[in-house]
């Protein structure tokens, strides 16, 4: 029986990763969150006790993941690094807990990990890349060049030359994977698929940045997960591997659909002022990840998984609605 210590597992893609390991492996996990406003233990209610434990807690904080990271066994365990900072638009109002969190919160993981030769894995972004034209059919592979746009991509592309300069400088055993755009349960409503879904429950119009013909490449949370968990199994150390499954929609059209689906006419959204720096498009080709691992996604039909997501936020307003007012206190702020 091994143990994965998974920092930020109260987060979206911390909590579904963390539901799947205990539904479909013999893991044992021990999550460590700091709970920020992004965090919620609600997110993991109703998984097995026994094979869960939690730490509230800092990843920057030293001294306690020296401690957390001395009861693993080099042998069979791993931590698996989801914490982060992870919204835009909050980087661009106030970028200091982005590298604080990205920056020397990954430090202070590796920096234990190292000591204790443990296994790492970083969970990274396909915006380290920066953005591709609009019409332009070439999408990011893993020797694409960094050149992140906000103070958030910047920060995760900070993060992953530390893991990489571990590698090579000190052997650490790591892999790093970048994901596009994910969707799913449990998605913080700042985000643009359930703050949109959610605004329709409300009775609010969907609010689409700039035109609206930006492009991100739509990837099921359980997709992004089952390959994360492919990598730690097959995937080779020092390695990044680009996780995406073509998904590639506009803004528009992921808007349109959503309102059809919600049974709202398709033109019922409003145009708001654009973000700053505002990538145009990403795209990810999977070929490497797919060839050394085998992995393929399972939820290939946008239209379905948009409709089942849709179904989990009318579903869990309690879990949704605590945190609703307060992120659109923020974009009021913004004017978006
Ligand atoms: P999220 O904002 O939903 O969750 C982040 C979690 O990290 C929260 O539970 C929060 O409490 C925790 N956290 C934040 N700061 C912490 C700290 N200092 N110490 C401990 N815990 C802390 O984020 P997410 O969307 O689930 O993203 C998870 C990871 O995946 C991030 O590393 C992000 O960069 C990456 N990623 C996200 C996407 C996406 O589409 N959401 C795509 C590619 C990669
Ligand atoms: O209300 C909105 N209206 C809108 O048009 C919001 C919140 C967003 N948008 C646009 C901006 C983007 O083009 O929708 C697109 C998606 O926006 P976000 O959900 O904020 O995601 P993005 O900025 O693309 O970053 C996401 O994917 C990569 C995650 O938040 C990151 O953590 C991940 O690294």
Redesign the pocket.
């Known amino acids: 029986m091994s143990t994965l210590l998974v920092t930020g597992g109260a987060g979206f893609i911390g909590s579904n990763f963390v539901r799947r390991v205990l539904a479909d492996t013999e893991h044992e996990v021990l999550v460590l969150d700091k709970l920020t406003y992004a965090g919620d233990q609600m997110s993991l209610a109703g998984l097995p006790g026994p094979r869960l434990g939690f730490v509230r807690g800092d990843v920057a904080d030293a001294e306690l993941v020296g401690r957390l990271v001395d009861g693993l066994d080099p042998a069979t365990d791993a931590i698996v690094h989801f914490a ?1 900072e ?4 909050n980087s661009l109002a106030g970028p200091r807990p982005f590298l604080d969190t990205n920056v020397i919160g990954t430090y202070t993981l590796i920096e234990a990990a190292r000591r204790r030769d443990i296994r790492f894995h970083h969970i ?4 380290v890349y920066g953005d591709l034209e609009l019409d332009d059919p070439a999408k990011f592979t893993e020797s694409s060049a960094y050149r992140p746009s ?1 103070p ?2 910047s920060t ?1 592309a900070a993060s992953d030359l530390l893991v990489a300069a571990w590698v090579r400088s000190f052997g650490l055993r790591a892999t790093i994977s970048g ?4 969707y799913g349960p449990y998605q913080h409503v ?4 359930p ?2 879904v959610t605004n329709v429950l409300r009775g609010q119009r ?5 035109t ?1 013909r ?3 490449d739509w990837i099921h949370v359980d997709d992004h997960n089952s390959a994360v968990l492919a990598i730690l199994e097959r995937g080779r150390i020092g390695e990044t591997y680009l996780i995406g499954a073509n998904g590639e929609r506009s ?1 528009r059209e ?2 349109e659909t959503l309102l059809e689906l919600l049974g709202r006419p398709r033109d019922e959204y409003d145009l ?1 002022g654009d ?1 700053p720096g ?2 145009l498009r ?1 795209a990810i080709d999977a070929s490497k990840l797919r060839a050394e691992t085998g992995w393929e996604p399972r939820f290939t039909d946008f239209r379905d998984g948009l409709e089942r997501t849709i179904e989990w936020y009318r579903a869990n307003e309690a879990w949704w609605a605590p945190h609703k007012d307060a992120a659109e206190a923020r ?1 009021a702020e913004l004017g ?1």
């Open positions: 982060a992870s919204h835009n638009d990274s972004t396909d915006e906000s958030y991509s995760k994901c596009s755009n994910n700042e985000k643009f698929i703050r949109q969907p609010k689409l940045y700039g609206g930006n492009v991100r803004n992921v808007v708001v973000r505002h990538d990403y974009y978006r």
